[in-house]
């Protein structure tokens, strides 16, 4: 059983850093794919990042590539985002995510995981 809990939000000006943790309490976290999603208010969740299983690879929505950085340590179960060169636009609640399933195009989709986290909220001040 797969529960993911969400850390690190907070509030930072805008070009400042944060980084978020997702910690996993379950027997099984090397076995998913990990994902980052995020909501903003009045909008839909989007995707941000994903890692496989091993963290081997990766893959980021044009939006954070370049400033995000996801990574996973298997020993502790826990999947990470740092984020940097925050922008007023990255204001989201924020969300982890695990897959069951394989590294295909559905990584970046909401309906490809199974198991999320509650959320942590970022606000980037401007």
């Known amino acids: 059983q797969v529960q993911l809990v969400e850390s690190g939000g907070g509030l930072v000006q805008a070009g400042g850093s944060l980084r978020l943790s997702c910690a996993d309490s379950?027997?099984?976290?090397?076995?998913?794919?990990m994902g980052w999603f995020r909501q903003a208010p009045g909008k839909e969740r989007e995707f941000v990042a994903a890692?496989?299983?091993?963290?081997?690879?990766?893959y980021y929505a044009d939006s954070v590539k370049g400033r995000f950085t996801i990574s996973r340590d298997n020993a502790k179960k826990m999947v990470s985002l740092q984020m940097n060169s925050l922008k007023p636009e990255d204001t989201a609640v924020y969300y982890c995510?695990?897959?069951?399933?394989?590294?295909?195009?559905?990584?970046?989709?909401?309906?490809?995981?199974?198991?999320w986290g509650q959320g942590t909220q970022v606000t980037v001040s401007s």
């Open positions: 379950g027997r099984t976290f090397s076995t998913y794919i």
């Open positions: 890692i496989s299983r091993t963290g081997g690879s990766t």
């Open positions: 995510a695990a897959r069951l399933l394989g590294w295909t195009n559905y990584i970046a989709t909401i309906g490809g995981y199974d198991h």
